[in-house]
T-cell receptor, first 113, second 112 residues
């Protein structure tokens, strides 16, 4: 049973560029949340997608956007990259009808230079 | 957001001893709490959860205690093993929301 799959695992981008990160949720999960984890810190909530809609958003600027597809997979897009966007981006899936606990992927390490 | 920069609190314990990791949460309206373990290069891994209508929950070698009066959560690990070495995070979910707020992590080092 595959867990949460994220791609790519590592990425280097230049300031001002745009990036798309991808996530496939665990089998049976229908909800995807994205978190940003800076080095040495706890994950911070970006947003959550359910039924192909963003249903809650954290304190992140509009440069951060996302999408959920009918197969429950999701993308995180970041525009106009800043050096401060360098972080580990974590995708977490869960079931809307199950318990609240997430299953996290291993993340995408984004470096902005 | 919550952070301790690069200087995570560290708990060092001898192999076989019990470990207690503490967490102060921020919101009295939080109704669900989870402890996660994060190893280097990996995403957080679920350890144990507890709802706000409980004050204690036990798993295999782990126990979570919740004190709502002082907004405090603790994770007890019995007979700590080298494989328990990791960063541990508590996370709280506010009732009626979908986001988790992660606390400051604690690095657990198990000494042989």
């Amino acid at each position: 049973d595959a867990g949460v799959t994220q791609s790519p695992t590592h990425l280097i981008k230049t300031r001002g560029q745009q990036v798309t990160l991808r996530c496939s949720p665990k089998s049976g999960h229908d909800t995807v949340s994205w978190y940003q984890q800076a080095l040495g810190q706890g994950p911070q909530f970006i947003f959550q997608y359910y039924e192909e809609e963003e249903r809650q958003r954290g304190n992140f600027p509009d440069r951060f956007s996302g999408h959920q597809f009918p197969n429950y997979s999701s993308e995180l897009n970041v525009n106009a990259l800043l050096l401060g966007d360098s972080a580990l981006y974590l995708c977490a899936s869960s079931s809307a009808t199950g318990n609240y606990g997430y299953t996290f992927g291993s993340g995408t390490r984004l470096t902005v230079v | 957001g919550e952070s301790v920069g690069l200087h995570l609190p560290t708990l060092s314990v001898q192999e076989g001893d019990n470990s207690i990791i503490n967490c102060a949460y921020s919101n009295s309206a939080s109704d669900y709490f989870i402890w996660y373990k994060q190893e280097s290069g990996k995403g957080p891994q679920f350890i144990i959860d507890i709802r706000s209508n409980m004050d204690k929950r036990q798993g295999q070698r782990v126990t979570v205690l919740l004190n709502k009066t002082v907004k405090h959560l603790s994770l007890q690990i019995a007979a700590t093993q080298p494989g328990d070495s990791a960063v541990y995070f508590c996370a709280e979910k506010e009732a009626g929301t979908y986001k988790y707020i992660f606390g400051t992590g604690t690095r657990l080092k198990v000494l042989a």
